[in-house]
DNA sequence: GTCTATATTGTGATAGAC
DNA sequence: GTCTATCACAATATAGAC
């Protein structure tokens, strides 16, 4: 599928995201976005009516792609730990490839928390499901005890929060080196796989 | 000290601080600041030349708040993992008072990277003796082999995220009931450092 | 120092030709 | 469908009275 051979909603929508994912809502300009599709203002209005329509547009993909889908990987019939290592590496990968995601969603949620309502249903979480394959798992003997909202918490706040502060921890541990940082990020793919593999295998019963 | 001691100029930053983590640069406006602060738009701009310069006041303390200060703390004479307990312990408090903190340091420093060389100087963090102290700590077979800076990122995030994540979090696990979240961060205090403690603990020798 | 006006620029949105 | 030109208003910033 090559650029040109997509429509004009389709080129403006690629446009949208990028800017967006860049600026923000409020940072983002109409002008930019025209400019970054190849075409003028008056064009987005005509396919878009609006900025906050055109922005909602791009939002919802955008929310869904962020959101993990922890349950489909969780719920396999795999062993538990090797769950958890195919969800990070998916996970992390995606990140890899979207890496202004995290910060961008984090944002505009928290400015505009009443889209996370909205948006939502369309997801189709259901952490009851979830919290009873750990729970099952933890009865098990197979992993510690754990509330699984931590659980979920801990492992999205391992993957995705290196993304969201990386120009902070860039800076502060890695001598603003890019290359680095980008290794750095790669491998978190196992280490974050480990460190919570750690965390939860049960004491050894002596 | 009471709030009408306060002289403009400190009332205005208080004003400024209030509305820019509400709503980031961007979004911010200068009549919001002047009505929260109880004046007009002419005199933030007599005291502050411009919105930029008003919001270089308020970000660079809120930077240096938003900056853990794992050296200090893991420098001191204590058993590695009660140093462990006392950083989240007090990292997770402040946060708890300011909330908005990371999304807001987060979104800015990705939407202008450069600010982050500007004001970091200023903070004194220094990662090869966080690093040794690590390292002497993993020699002594206190706490399993671990890249030093994977071990901070990890608990940066393991604290933070939750604080930047709230509206996601908060929708997709509590039903979004304010009460049932707030209870869920008091509670991490002790969560993330049993979570990171066992991840460390070292493999019983048998 | 603090205010009321006002200047000036930026930006989302529309009108209308082609 | 796509463009140029323009409107209408919002927002930063300044002038000048008090």
Do not use: W
């Not at 889209?115 to 099952?136: H, T």
């Amino acid at each position: 599928m090559d650029e040109n051979e997509k429509n004009t909603e389709e080129i403006i929508l690629d446009a949208a995201k990028k800017v967006f994912l860049r600026r923000g809502f409020d940072g983002a300009r109409m002008q930019e976005i025209a400019d970054e599709a190849g075409i003028n203002k008056a064009l987005l209005h005509y396919y878009f009516r609006s900025k906050e329509k055109l922005f909602d547009a791009i939002f919802i993909t955008a929310f869904s792609q962020f959101l993990p889908h922890v349950s489909e990987t969780l719920l396999s019939d795999k062993p538990f730990f090797e769950k958890i290592q195919i969800f990070v590496e998916h996970y992390v990968q995606m990140l890899l490839e979207n890496p202004h995601l995290p910060v961008f969603i984090l944002n505009e949620l928290s400015r505009n928390p009443e889209r996370v309502v909205n948006f939502f249903k369309l997801a189709g979480v259901s952490p009851e499901v979830l919290g009873k394959e750990i729970q099952k798992n933890v009865k098990a003997g197979i992993i510690r005890p754990i509330d699984p909202r931590s659980l979920v918490v801990n492992l999205i706040s391992l993957c995705a929060f290196p993304f969201a502060g990386k120009p902070l921890i860039k800076a502060a541990l890695f001598d603003n080196n890019e290359e680095l940082y980008q290794q750095f990020l790669i491998k978190r793919k196992t280490e974050v796989t480990i460190f919570i593999t750690n965390a939860l295998k049960p004491e050894k019963t002596l």
